[in-house]
């Protein structure tokens, strides 16, 4: 059984123990009025069923049981705010059990990816970043270099093809010439950067 919450409640009979059955919905007003003996016996009737919906969702039993005594502090704190017209007392506390199960279902999985996000940084070679910048800057300079060997024909067809990403139609209709034309351009093209950048073919 569940300690009741909040811990200074001690969940005595004062006053609520009449013959007649107290709805939940006026067990909660007299709740949003400090009634802890109305919160104690709201708690008796409707724990068990915020429980098992906690459990079906979280399955861990000691989520479940935390999360379950968060939902009824939260209803202690809120009950001010419950208003019948809008739904019974019972669906108003499991719809805010399932918003809390929720909540502690996707703060669980957020930090598992945190984890993971560290895990894989801590794991990752470190790395000079200006030297890598700099190499990457030697290499875009080695390769404007080869390209203007190139002839003004073949640098055409390389960079709209390998830069401008168009097809060898597309490419063809914008340099007005025939398809076989820039297939060649482009073949002439590319063996003349690798052998400029020292790649072999």
Not at 4 to 33: F, H, K, M, T, Y
Not at 104 to 133: C, H, K, L, M, N
Not at 183 to 193: E, P, V
């Amino acid at each position: 059984m569940l300690d009741l919450v909040p811990n200074e409640i001690d969940g005595s009979s004062g006053g609520v123990g009449s013959a007649l059955p107290v709805s939940q919905a006026d067990l909660l007003a007299r709740v949003a009025e400090g009634d802890q003996a109305a919160f104690g016996q709201l708690y008796d009737q409707v724990s068990p069923r915020v429980l098992g919906l906690v459990r079906r969702l979280l399955r861990d039993v000691a989520q479940s049981e935390e999360v379950t005594q968060e939902i009824f502090l939260e209803v202690w704190q809120n009950a001010t705010r419950y208003d019948p017209s809008k739904g019974g007392a019972s669906t108003w506390i499991l719809t805010m059990a399932h918003r809390r199960a929720v909540d502690r279902i996707r703060s669980s999985q957020s930090s598992r990816d945190r984890d993971t996000r560290v895990g894989i940084r801590d794991f990752a070679p470190e790395y000079d970043s200006v030297a890598e910048s700099v190499e990457i800057r030697i290499e875009h300079e080695r390769v404007e270099k080869a390209m203007a060997r190139l002839t003004e024909l073949q640098r055409q067809a390389v960079s709209l093809a390998y830069y401008g990403g168009y097809s060898h139609s597309e490419v063809a209709t914008m340099l007005s010439v025939p398809i076989g034309t820039v297939k060649t351009r482009l073949r002439d093209g590319m063996i003349r950067l690798r052998d400029e950048l020292g790649v072999g073919s």
